[in-house]
């Protein structure tokens, strides 16, 4: 038997505006770029790809079937910018052949630099899934995929979920393939679904790539491939940007009519089938345990975390970042808080990466700065108003004339008001 | 590969980044090879009693190391006792005489309203190298800059070689619009007449493409190299700045080319935030004066410090003091000063509007003219120490990326290129 599981990633950014050390008003956010880039990427993938997927789970009639992890910072944006995309992903959760996975709301990097953070992060995005598609996630997957050991014994002990998703990546697997599940070292219950890089790829990056020998791909072929899994696994997990469709890969090269076609031609083999995350993880049983006592994520070569924390300005950054977490969450001022957390959104130390700066690359396209260095002076700037925010916020009380003898509670019942 | 190479200064006797350049380029040439001819005009402190000497490797002008392939020729200056103006035009009358059409074009140059001694001198210069090429053997003729164009083209006629012109500066960088048109007819024709003309930058490319009107096809580009020095350690000694106090450094001719007044008025806003920094500007140039009248006026005068022209180890000295080296030029074809500056671990801020910032990536970039822009960037490099630490690493990696001989290459390969068409 080979399952397709398909789960795709939508996540949009919030793009700072420039904001210099002489600035010191407290909106931090480029609200138009932000507005325009989603509306823009709406109606070039989220709309037409919702569409198509939503026309091929009504033709296969509950035999195709995907997954969706949607950030709540993605979710926000739509909700106000692109309400309709909102409600053609409400009505993929009506078939009932879409599964949404748990994330951490701000796409953060929050599990490497407080516990805490990373499950109030979680359980918002689980409420905010609950909420607008009426589903409780079963599965988790990482931002950017960021897996090890400890991720997997933290999120096993929550004990709200079924399987947890990462890269199927060659330093971890060795000779073993990742087209099984397995269970993560540490755990009893929890299962391990890893990306079949390789496959996920050849859609993903290297699908219009014309010096690609295999170019180009299509439909049938691809399914030959999937079919050849036949005998030696159980699984094909395709993990991809949603954005591949439409944005990453342009509407011209092909794309989606390659995936109108991709149903039939999987389901042309008798022993193929689609499922969702959840339906492997009930379907299938470990094969074998696999220990990642390093961090390992999907992104780049390296499958590391090098991107977002490989040189002395990230690192600056996310740790001046979490440092302020005790001092803003005194202040229990929503507004403050919401700031602090959009400031961690993964996308904001991606930036400031410099490993592949010299040669332009893949980081270049989808960063708004001119150079990883104005990146980390942006974003500095914004954090250093956003501490002094913090410090006002404290100081409020005695200005207004409020009585030191009151006890903290009291204080921020006052605030919260 | 034989060149005869025209320049107008090099090492010791330098006033600015074409000696450097002219000195870089001839060493990393007589590395692969390539024959040179030198010719120059000879300085004010020389005592040659003939009009042509030829100087081996070992004498005083070469500086460091042997270059093999690299012969030197001098021409003795106009500002020596014996030449006045009306000597200069008595000696050309002859050597007009004695010349085929090779000077012809050199008789064409109109307007005399530019008397001086650069105007005489460089045609003086250009009878001469005409001359004193008969007797040499060469495949190219290379002439750096617009004071060497006329002798360029004077020696291209004459030997039927063809020429290149290398442009390190136009005219509209030094003098922003108030163009001298007897430069600027100079620089015209030299490009004009030159077989191929070499630009330091895609910046200047663009310059002598649009206001010189030459056609794109005939102007490459060679970006310049750096000397990779090994810098010892300098003792710091006694200094009028406190060890908490952080430096931010100008360092470069005082002129309407370098933007001496951004760098202030961005400092003045530095200021107004932040109080342990001096800004110190080192060099001399024409708006000496005014820099310093401008510090008083801004109220910054206090927080300023004007060096003077530096030498040497001074300016390695202060290298070693500086925290931060920012660059504000109006327009610079290429700019060699911040690439020494990351060579002494020192990161930099450079506008927008110079030829390097095409090359260098490790380096913060701003208009030259956005001083709010400056002086945030200049409060991040002091505030946010990740900041410095990562420039100056990543940038001291990509300046050992930019070699002389890469920019000696490729002009060899022009060379190549021009023989085979020719």
């Given amino acids: 038997m080979a399952s397709v599981c398909f789960y795709f990633q939508g996540h949009q950014p919030l793009r700072l505006r420039h904001y210099t050390v002489f600035d010191n008003g407290n909106r931090y956010f480029d609200d138009y770029k932000n507005a325009a880039i989603c509306t823009k990427v709406a109606n070039k993938c989220y709309l037409p790809a919702n569409r198509l997927l939503l026309n091929l789970i009504k033709k296969y009639d509950g035999r195709f079937r995907i997954a969706y992890s949607l950030t709540g910072i993605l979710l926000e944006q739509l909700q106000q910018y692109s309400p309709e995309v909102l409600s053609t992903f409400d009505a993929l959760a009506e078939t009932g052949c879409v599964e949404f996975l748990a994330e951490t709301y701000y796409h953060s990097l929050s599990f490497l630099y407080s516990r805490d953070e990373f499950l109030e992060q979680v359980s918002k995005h689980m409420e905010t899934i609950e909420y607008l598609f009426g589903q409780k996630p079963r599965i988790f997957r990482n931002t950017e995929l960021i897996y090890n050991n400890d991720l997997a014994a933290l999120i096993e002990s929550t004990g709200k979920f079924d399987a947890i998703a990462s890269e199927g990546a060659d330093h971890i697997l060795g000779f073993r393939s990742p087209n099984f599940v397995y269970r993560p070292k540490g755990c009893d219950k929890l299962k391990l679904l890893l990306k079949n890089y390789a496959l996920s790829d050849d859609i993903a990056f290297r699908f219009s790539d014309r010096n690609w020998s295999q170019w180009p791909l299509t439909a049938d072929k691809f399914a030959q491939w999937v079919s050849a899994v036949n005998g030696n696994g159980n699984v094909v997990n395709l993990f991809m940007d949603y954005e591949t469709f439409g944005e990453h890969q342009w509407a011209d090269t092909g794309i989606f009519d390659f995936m109108n076609h991709l149903p039939q031609e999987i389901l042309k083999h008798p022993d193929n089938d689609f499922k969702t995350p959840s339906e492997v993880a009930r379907s299938y049983e470990p094969v074998g345990t696999i220990d990642v006592p390093h961090l390992t994520s999907w992104a780049d070569t390296e499958r590391d975390v090098s991107a977002w924390l490989g040189n002395a300005m990230q690192s600056n950054a996310i740790h001046e970042l979490y440092r302020l977490e005790k001092k803003i969450k005194n202040t229990s001022d929503e507004i403050i808080i919401a700031d602090w957390r959009k400031l961690q959104i993964s996308d904001h130390f991606y930036y400031m990466c410099t490993k592949y700066f010299a040669d332009g690359d893949v980081h270049k396209y989808f960063n708004p700065y001119d150079s990883p260095y104005d990146s980390y002076i942006n974003f500095m700037n914004v954090l250093h108003n956003l501490g002094s925010r913090c410090s006002a916020r404290t100081a409020e009380p005695a200005l207004c004339g409020l009585s030191q003898d009151k006890g903290r509670p009291g204080l921020q019942t006052q605030i919260g008001d | ?422």
Wanted: charged fraction near 25%.
């Fill in chain 2, 1 to 422: 590969m034989r060149v005869f190479m025209l320049g107008w200064e090099f090492p010791p006797f330098i006033s600015g980044g074409l000696g450097t350049a002219c000195y870089g380029l001839t060493k990393a040439m007589d590395r692969l090879n390539i024959k040179v001819i030198f010719c120059l005009p000879a300085t004010a402190d020389s005592d040659y009693a003939t009009h042509v000497k030829l100087l081996t490797p070992s004498s005083k002008l070469s500086t460091s190391g042997k270059l093999r392939n690299v012969v030197f020729r001098t021409i003795p200056s106009l500002l020596q006792p014996y030449s006045t103006s009306q000597g200069y035009k008595q000696h050309l009358k002859e050597k007009r005489k004695a010349q085929s059409q090779g000077s012809a074009a050199i008789c064409s140059i109109g307007p005399t309203d530019y008397s001086g001694d650069m105007y005489t001198e460089v045609h003086r210069y250009a009878a001469i190298a005409a001359e004193l090429a008969k007797d040499e053997e060469f495949d190219v003729v290379h002439a750096h800059d617009w004071m060497t164009y006329p002798a360029g083209i004077a020696v291209a006629k004459a030997s039927g070689k063809p020429l290149i012109v290398h442009i390190h500066s136009t005219e509209f960088d030094r003098s922003g619009e108030h163009v001298n048109q007897m430069v600027y007819d100079i620089e015209r024709m030299g490009m004009h007449a030159a077989d191929k003309v070499i630009a330091v930058s895609n910046f200047t490319r663009n310059i002598i493409i649009s206001r010189y009107g030459l056609s794109a096809e005939k102007v490459e580009v060679v970006y310049n190299g750096i000397e990779h020095n090994g810098n010892g350690n300098i003792n710091l000694g006694e200094t009028q700045i406190g060890k908490d106090e952080k430096i931010v450094l100008f360092l470069g001719r005082i002129t309407m080319q370098k933007g001496p007044e951004y760098f202030l008025m961005a400092a003045k806003k530095v200021l107004d935030v932040m109080d342990n920094v001096k800004f110190v500007m080192a060099g001399s140039g024409d708006l000496m004066q005014r820099a310093v009248e401008m510090a008083a006026e801004l109220g910054i005068g206090q927080k300023m410090l004007f060096t003077g022209f530096l030498h040497g180890e001074d300016v390695e000295r202060i290298y070693r003091m500086a925290d931060l080296f920012v660059m504000p030029s109006v327009s610079e074809p290429f700019g060699l000063v911040p690439l020494e500056a990351l060579g002494n671990d020192v990161p930099v801020i450079i506008s927008k509007q110079s030829g390097v910032s095409e090359v260098l990536r490790h380096a913060l970039k701003v208009d030259f003219w956005d001083i709010d822009e400056m002086a945030n960037k200049i409060i991040a490099v002091l505030k946010y120490p990740p900041l410095g630490v990562t420039l100056r690493d990543h940038g001291r990696y990509e300046t050992g990326k930019l070699r002389w001989k890469d920019a000696a290459q490729r002009c060899a390969q022009i060379y190549e290129e021009l023989l085979v068409t020719v």
